[in-house]
Each structure stands twice: as C-alpha cells, then as structure tokens.
C-alpha cells in the first residue's frame, strides 16, 4: 500500500505562484510514475502534469498549463513538487497527487491517489 501526503495548497491572487509537494509513504519502491491531477466540482478529474522515477526529460502537461507550471521530483526524498507560476481563476481546483507502478500520462488511470489540496486562485 502506498499513501500519498499533499501540501502546499491555498488562496493566490491571479499571476501568483504556489507549490505543491507530495510525498508518499509505505511501499514506496513499487512507485515509477508520479503525477497530479485536478478536479472541479461537475467535472471529471484532469491530468495536469506527470514525471517519471528519474525525472528529466520525462515530463508530461496538459496544454493548459504548458509554460506556467513545472513538476519535478526529488528521489532521494521521494518528493514530487509542482511550481505553478502565472496562476489564473481557472487553475482553482481539488488538485490531486497520483502515483503508479507505470508511467503516468492524460490516459492513465493512477493505483494511488492523495487527498487534495485545495487551490484558489482570485481575480
């Protein structure tokens, strides 16, 4: 079993930054993907961003916040991060960490999910 802690949610005004962290505990070592998603309320859940067990170049994002947020991953903590920059009213949302044995993408479908943090973003 794996549980994931997030953090890092609140109120910005918009062009404000925030960043989320997610760190996951229990059977750690199954993990390779790590990813968050968004939900608001009346609509499906949506990936966001998504990063591979090492990182680098193996990073995916939703159009949406392509140039505005930057998802990364310390392995030695096993902490995910993600940098929202230039926030907008329509970045509010539930957002979620996800976490999987596969790599993460718009399809996929994660094992493991995190609480939600709550991010409000004020025009």
């Known amino acids: 079993q794996v549980v994931l802690v997030e953090s890092g949610g609140g109120l910005v005004q918009a062009g404000g930054s925030l960043r989320l962290s997610c760190t996951p505990s229990?059977?750690?070592?199954?993990?390779?993907?790590m990813g968050w998603f968004r939900q608001t309320p009346g609509k499906e859940r949506e990936f966001v961003a998504s990063?591979?067990?090492?990182?680098?170049?193996?990073?995916y994002y939703t159009d949406a916040v392509k140039g505005r947020f930057t998802i990364s991953r310390n392995n030695a903590k096993n902490t995910v991060f993600l940098q929202m920059n230039s926030l907008k009213p329509e970045d509010t949302a539930i957002y979620y960490c996800?976490?999987?044995?596969?790599?993460?993408?718009?399809?996929?479908?994660?094992?493991?999910w995190g609480q939600g943090t709550q991010v409000t973003v004020s025009s």
């Open positions: 996800a976490a999987d044995g596969l790599p993460i993408t718009i399809r996929t479908k994660p094992t493991y």
């Open positions: 229990g059977r750690t070592f199954n993990i390779y993907g």
């Open positions: 990063i591979s067990r090492y990182g680098g170049d193996n990073t």
